[in-house]
């Protein structure tokens, strides 16, 4: 009864393995995972896998709350998750992009940017 893997605890793994693939689409689209599929472990690699992480699974159980949409399947509500932390990230990278914008970065710097971040997740 107090097992630890039990069961009831199996629609939350599916939601955090969708927050955790969620997380690693966002990593690529903000660049840091390169063209070439690698990643260096860095404190703000590590900052930015938590965040998406947290984002999909606050941001997601707070729309699937509100929206009334726990009648539907749990890899519906992992799907949600997943959205949420790509495009949670995603508009982080949009912050992101504007502060490098503002700190004096060309927009051909930014388009080369993006294009090889598309480039390696579709590789």
Known sequence: MNDPLSI???????????AVVGAIFAL???????????????IGVIMKFTFSVAISLYGGSAFIEYYDWQVYSHMTQGFVMLIFAIFGMLLIGIWYQAIQLLRGKTIGELIFEIRSAFKAMFK
Do not use: Y
């Open 28 to 42: 690529t689209l903000s660049g840091d995972i390169d063209t070439e599929g690698r990643i260096k472990i860095t």
């Open 8 to 18: 009831k605890s199996l629609p939350w793994l599916f939601k955090i393995i969708a």
